[in-house]
């Protein structure tokens, strides 16, 4: 998975932390949950604020 994986990433996300709000997280803690997840493999300077609005909606999205 890389950054532009957006939707995937989501999905992820929800999977691995099902008891969390995406709506209170900073974008700090998703940047490093999403580096943390283990099928993703890109470089950490190609994210940046925009690219942790569209994951955090697309959890929003997912969880809704």
């Known amino acids: 998975m890389k950054w532009t994986d957006i939707n995937d990433i989501a999905i992820e996300l929800s999977d691995t932390h ?36 569209a994951i955090q909606q697309a959890w929003i999205d997912e969880v809704s």
Do not use: S, T, Y
């Not at 209170?24 to 994210?47: E, G, Q, S």
């Open 18 to 53: 099902p008891d969390q709000d995406p709506l209170k997280l900073n974008f700090v803690d998703l940047r490093n949950w999403v580096m943390a997840l283990p099928d993703f493999k890109d470089d950490p300077k190609h994210c940046g604020e925009k690219i942790l609005e």
